[in-house]
């Protein structure tokens, strides 16, 4: 089972400040994937990076994946109170199956 | 629309006790999937099936079993529950179709308590 490091583990920010969430494996994938959950709700999908290098731009969210792909980030831009939860980086060991991280839990505050 | 829900939402056992938790999806999905999230250890995968009469173990599957009759159900069961089991479980859905890019869809979650 491929391990999946994210980090940090807890954030807490203000409106509008900018951040960035990492996940860091020694494995490499064929993809990555980056869910977000809200209390009391189920995860779900933002996106999917394959290539190596490659970057995804959702609204204020910027999803990157690392050259060698084992590792990518999400960078939240001008971050607004919708965009507290938590943040899932999961891969594939094989089968349709998911890894997941432990996450990264945004708070932002007005 | 398609959806895929859990049920019930919340439940409190003893321990001992059988438990079964409900999840039923109408996306027509082959793939369906446990798992359980705990603090400071996230999503942790119990079993998985791949069609009507597939399971499979997953990295947590000691204490649970599923059964899949029908593509629109997975149920899961606690032969007997204990309190190491209480946990958030969730419940997904795939399509199946691409190794690479296939999204699995999740449930509501149950909150199941074990005292």
């Known amino acids: 089972t491929q391990l999946l490091e994210q980090s940090p583990q807890f954030l807490s920010i203000q409106e509008g400040e900018n951040l960035t969430v990492y996940c860091n494996s020694s494995s490499v994938f064929s993809s990555l994937q980056w869910y977000r959950q809200e209390p009391g709700e189920g995860p779900v999908l933002l996106v999917t990076?394959?290539?190596?290098?490659e970057v995804k731009k959702l609204k204020r969210l910027t999803f990157q994946f690392g050259d060698a792909r084992k590792d990518s980030s999400l960078h939240i831009t001008a971050a607004q109170t919708g965009d507290t939860g938590l943040y899932l980086c999961?891969?594939?060991?094989?089968?349709?199956?998911?890894?997941f991280g432990k996450g990264t839990s945004l708070l932002v505050t007005p | 629309d398609a959806e895929i829900t859990q049920s019930p939402r919340h439940k409190i056992t003893e321990t001992g006790r059988q438990v079964t938790l409900a999840c039923h999806q109408t996306w027509n999905h082959n793939n369906m999937f446990w798992y359980r999230q705990d603090l400071g250890h996230g999503l942790r995968l119990i079993h998985y099936s791949y069609g009507v009469q597939d399971t499979n173990k997953g990295e947590v599957s000691d204490g649970y079993s599923v059964s899949r009759s029908n593509t629109e159900d997975l149920p899961l069961t606690l032969e007997s529950a204990a309190s190491s089991q209480t946990s958030v479980y969730f419940c997904a859905s795939s399509e199946g179709t691409s190794l690479v890019t296939d999204t699995q869809y999740f449930g509501p979650g149950t909150r199941l308590t074990v005292l």
């Open positions: 990076v394959v290539t190596g290098g």
């Open positions: 999961a891969a594939r060991n094989s089968g349709y199956a998911l890894n």
